[in-house]
């Protein structure tokens, strides 16, 4: 991968983790209290609409680096963070898809594949974290 193709990556994945943490926060964590009992913050329907906007990016950036970085590894047999890149791999493709379920209205388990979804994401954001920054 070129610097430029590297740092796009990096500065998306810490725009869209920053984006999800807040969003994860004002979810299910900070709300606030009326009469009629808990409520959400009106920001936390901003983090969701700037979560939705932005994770296509990060699926664009992905289509790129697969292209660029993971099948060139995967045909040249290359074993240097093979396990934490299968991962990433892994949970990339499940939150695409748990993702896309969240959205479907007519989807029964939609609150469970929300827990699925943010939990993978943060496995995730620690894998990539290990697989990108440790030597």
């Given at each position: 991968m070129t610097k430029g193709q590297v740092r796009l990556t990096k500065n998306l994945t810490?725009?869209?983790?920053?984006?999800?943490?807040?969003?994860l926060l004002f979810r299910y964590f900070i709300k606030k209290q009326t009469p009629f009992g808990e409520e959400s913050y009106d920001i936390q329907k901003v983090f969701q609409y700037l979560h939705i906007m932005t994770v296509p990016l990060l699926v664009?950036?992905?289509g790129l680096v697969w292209y660029v970085h993971i099948s060139p590894k995967i045909i040249s047999g290359s074993k240097k963070k093979l396990t934490s890149g299968?991962?990433?791999?892994?949970?990339?493709?499940?939150?695409?898809?748990?993702?896309?379920?969240?959205?479907?209205?007519?989807?029964?388990?939609?609150?469970l594949v929300g827990v699925?979804?943010?939990?993978?994401?943060?496995?995730?954001?620690?894998?990539?974290?290990?697989?990108?920054?440790?030597?």
């Amino acid at each position: 991968m070129t610097k430029g193709q590297v740092r796009l990556t990096k500065n998306l994945t810490h725009l869209n983790v920053a984006i999800s943490l807040a969003y994860l926060l004002f979810r299910y964590f900070i709300k606030k209290q009326t009469p009629f009992g808990e409520e959400s913050y009106d920001i936390q329907k901003v983090f969701q609409y700037l979560h939705i906007m932005t994770v296509p990016l990060l699926v664009f950036i992905f289509g790129l680096v697969w292209y660029v970085h993971i099948s060139p590894k995967i045909i040249s047999g290359s074993k240097k963070k093979l396990t934490s890149g299968l991962y990433l791999l892994t949970a990339f493709v499940v939150m695409i898809l748990s993702g896309y379920l969240i959205q479907m209205p007519f989807f029964v388990g939609v609150s469970l594949v929300g827990v699925l979804h943010s939990i993978v994401g943060g496995l995730w954001v620690v894998i990539f974290y290990l697989h990108v920054y440790k030597k």
